[in-house]
């Protein structure tokens, strides 16, 4: 399984440690980056939700409902719909304007709602998101398009989001997840984007905190901000600036992924170290081990419904959840 060492690069462990002795003397807090305030802070963490399906495989908004209600007591700063694990390839246009419909209609006004609106052609791309934003999306996050990959130049990238920020009547984040596009918005690119005025971050999920850190030092006079892509590498994330996380977990263990965002903010490095470490297990194995399969069976341990993924997504076998199941218990979650 992975261990913490792995995932933090050497110079990155050395600067954690120095943090985690400082904190009984005093509590260092996270930083704002110097630049222009805000518009728009994204600054927390976020569920991107699972869609809940029917045994018949619909899409089942009372369910999606009454997750919603449960994640209510939970601070989070909003909500992700329409993201990878909510199944988004395999919904139809239509089912993705009602999750976003189901979803505003639950969701506190003071709680975010980001949709995803990423689609192969910028054309297409335009149109929902002006679609999303008409369902009541606040923010529009956008996938790489990927199909045609090799002709996906930065030089072609920075054109497809330049002209979707353009048209979008609500902030853009951009999404890159090379673990499902097989392409990573190149550096240059994000740095490029991050001045438009209706570009407003990044969700990076490509675990490289190198990257971000560059992300979050070079875009420092610039109302950008990052966010960690997953629930691995979000105290790594949060040591070197980034504002907030859209972690898979957090359908799961919400709570005390909000935990490790006020202990990081507050300075109490030791005691978030520890709450990280005992999250990166949990976190493989409903991401890289066993997926939405994996993501939708914890969440039914915790008092969530998970239910059915879309063929052709198949269910965990037997053997695959004890082993999820053990995961998450030796980690001392269950």
């Given at each position: 399984m992975v261990v913490l060492s792995t995932l933090l690069a050497s110079p990155l462990r050395?600067?954690?440690?120095?943090?985690?002795?400082?904190?009984?003397?005093?509590?260092?807090?996270?930083?704002?980056?110097?630049?222009?305030?805000?518009?728009?802070?994204?600054?927390?963490?976020?569920?991107?939700?699972?869609?809940?399906?029917?045994?018949?495989?619909?899409?089942?908004?009372?369910?999606?409902?009454?997750n919603l209600r449960r994640y209510a007591s939970i601070p989070f700063r909003g909500m992700v719909v329409l993201g990878s694990n909510g199944e988004y390839p395999y919904l139809a246009p239509r089912e993705r304007l009602e999750v976003v419909n189901c979803v505003r209609r639950s969701l506190p006004r003071?709680?975010?709602l980001l949709a995803g609106s990423?689609?192969?052609?910028?054309?297409?791309?335009?149109?929902?998101?002006?679609?999303?934003?008409?369902?009541?999306?606040?923010?529009?996050?956008?996938?790489?398009?990927?199909?045609?990959?090799?002709?996906?130049?930065?030089?072609?990238?920075?054109?497809?989001?330049?002209?979707?920020?353009?048209?979008?009547?609500?902030?853009?984040?951009?999404?890159?997840?090379?673990?499902?596009?097989?392409?990573?918005?190149?550096l240059e690119a994000v740095l490029t984007?991050?001045?438009?005025?209706?570009?407003?971050?990044i969700k990076d999920s490509g675990g490289d905190v190198t990257r971000m850190g560059l992300m979050v030092h070079k875009t420092r006079q610039e109302d950008f901000q990052v966010l960690a892509g997953s629930a691995g590498f979000l105290l790594a994330s949060y040591a070197l600036g980034a504002s907030g996380g859209v972690c898979a977990?957090?359908?799961?263990?919400?709570?005390?992924?909000?935990?490790?965002?006020?202990?990081?903010?507050?300075?109490h490095w030791q005691e978030a170290r520890d709450l990280q470490h005992r999250l990166i297990e949990p976190n493989v194995a409903v991401?890289?081990?066993?997926?939405?399969?994996?993501?939708?069976?914890?969440?039914?341990?915790?008092?969530y419904y998970g239910g059915p993924c879309r063929a052709p997504l198949a269910p965990l076998s037997p053997p695959q959840v004890e082993e999820l199941r053990g995961t998450f218990s030796a980690n001392g979650w269950l």
């Amino acid at each position: 399984m992975v261990v913490l060492s792995t995932l933090l690069a050497s110079p990155l462990r050395l600067t954690l440690a120095a943090l985690c002795r400082a904190a009984p003397r005093q509590h260092r807090g996270l930083s704002t980056p110097s630049g222009p305030g805000h518009s728009l802070n994204l600054g927390g963490i976020f569920p991107p939700l699972a869609t809940p399906f029917s045994p018949t495989q619909e899409v089942d908004y009372a369910q999606l409902e009454g997750n919603l209600r449960r994640y209510a007591s939970i601070p989070f700063r909003g909500m992700v719909v329409l993201g990878s694990n909510g199944e988004y390839p395999y919904l139809a246009p239509r089912e993705r304007l009602e999750v976003v419909n189901c979803v505003r209609r639950s969701l506190p006004r003071d709680r975010l709602l980001l949709a995803g609106s990423g689609c192969e052609s910028t054309q297409a791309t335009i149109e929902l998101t002006v679609s999303m934003a008409e369902a009541g999306a606040d923010v529009a996050l956008v996938v790489t398009p990927c199909y045609y990959r090799g002709a996906m130049t930065s030089a072609a990238l920075v054109q497809h989001y330049t002209q979707v920020a353009d048209a979008s009547p609500i902030p853009v984040v951009l999404y890159s997840v090379p673990a499902n596009t097989g392409l990573d918005l190149p550096l240059e690119a994000v740095l490029t984007l991050a001045q438009h005025p209706n570009i407003i971050g990044i969700k990076d999920s490509g675990g490289d905190v190198t990257r971000m850190g560059l992300m979050v030092h070079k875009t420092r006079q610039e109302d950008f901000q990052v966010l960690a892509g997953s629930a691995g590498f979000l105290l790594a994330s949060y040591a070197l600036g980034a504002s907030g996380g859209v972690c898979a977990l957090a359908n799961v263990l919400g709570a005390p992924l909000c935990q490790l965002d006020r202990l990081c903010r507050g300075g109490h490095w030791q005691e978030a170290r520890d709450l990280q470490h005992r999250l990166i297990e949990p976190n493989v194995a409903v991401t890289r081990r066993f997926g939405i399969p994996g993501l939708k069976k914890a969440m039914e341990w915790f008092g969530y419904y998970g239910g059915p993924c879309r063929a052709p997504l198949a269910p965990l076998s037997p053997p695959q959840v004890e082993e999820l199941r053990g995961t998450f218990s030796a980690n001392g979650w269950l």
